[in-house]
């Protein structure tokens, strides 16, 4: 039966050695399986996570880790998996650690500092007692286009000597869409940050529409993981529209209205996106000795 590893050595080698891994959000069960793809057709370890929203639409956290495990098992998946909570809040992380994800993002950028860094410590406890992976957010991504807020060194020191295990920056990141005329990624900010924490993978929020150059550079001072959703759902509505704009949903006598048919160039255009981000990371293959090193059920979350 399939099951999940935290990531923390595949996230740690990846800083130490300067590539990224892809951290991809799920949005339903197309999604589910192109990712999977993605990453057994490339050999490489994946990070598949869900929003509050997400898990919300497709019927709850336990629906989405069903709905992983279960794909794994029918695809055959033979690479290192990791189920994330992404952008959780305290009680979606407690939630979620208790149902077996391998990994929670706790969220607390919008508390107070002393605050986050109070529930994040909370959240390490319960966490790491299973084995579990812990993501916090310092500084603020931005949103709908806006800026966010720059992480500070000194709140980079505090949450890593909390214990967590990957640190989320603000470093003129925005999730979805980037607006026109935007300044591009704080790499001042990054460097000093990367210093002052020299082993802990950073994370890059808002992965999608960066340019190539910087994505390179970002990995290049620190940057060892990279959230991605609007490419993926970009690539996903293009192909779509293709399809409908060709007329082949009314194809009757092809049947091209089957939601098996209609949503298939999507899908495959998700794992088409995702073997370029691949690329652009310098993700590298991993070799069967070291699948199966990654999935030594010692470092498991039985519960
Ligand atoms: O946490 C998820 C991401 O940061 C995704 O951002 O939709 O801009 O790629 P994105
Ligand atoms: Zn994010």
Excluded at 153 to 161: G, I, L, P, S
Aim: charged share 25%; proline share 3%; net charge negative.
């Amino acid at each position: 039966m399939a099951y999940f590893v935290n990531g923390n050595d595949i996230f740690k080698k990846a800083r130490k050695e300067h590539y990224a891994v892809g951290a991809y959000n799920t949005n339903n069960l197309e999604w589910t399986r192109a990712l999977l793809r993605g990453a057994e057709e490339t050999r490489t370890p994946l990070l598949i996570q869900v929003s509050t929203g997400a898990a919300k639409y497709m019927g709850g956290y336990k629906l989405v880790k069903d709905l992983v495990e279960d794909s794994m098992d029918a695809m055959n998946i033979s690479v290192p998996v990791i189920l994330n909570l992404d952008h959780g809040d305290y009680d979606s992380a407690i939630e979620c650690i208790k149902l077996g994800y391998s990994s929670v993002m706790f969220d607390g950028h919008a508390l107070p500092t002393e605050e986050n860094l109070a529930k994040t410590k909370e959240i390490i406890k319960l966490a790491h007692e299973r084995g579990i992976s812990v993501e916090a957010e310092i500084g603020k991504i931005g949103e709908n286009q806006g800026a966010g807020e720059l992480a500070s060194v000194e709140d980079a020191k505090a949450f890593v000597a909390a214990g967590v295990d990957k640190l989320a920056c603000g470093i003129g990141n925005i999730h979805g869409v980037y607006p026109e005329g935007w300044s591009g990624l704080n790499f001042d900010r990054l460097k000093e940050i990367a210093e002052a924490v020299p082993e802990t993978p950073l994370v890059l929020h808002g992965g999608s529409g960066i340019p190539q150059d910087q994505i390179e550079k970002a990995i290049s001072l620190g940057i060892s993981k990279i959230n991605i959703n609007t490419e993926f759902q970009l690539a996903f509505q293009e192909a779509t529209r293709k399809y409908i704009e060709e007329g082949k949903d009314q194809d009757k006598s092809k049947k091209g209205y089957d939601p098996r048919k209609l949503l298939l160039p999507g899908t495959e255009a998700i794992t088409d996106s995702m073997k370029e981000m691949i690329s652009w990371m310098g993700t590298p293959s991993i070799d069967d000795k070291e699948a199966d090193a990654s999935f030594d059920r010692s470092s498991l979350n039985e519960e």
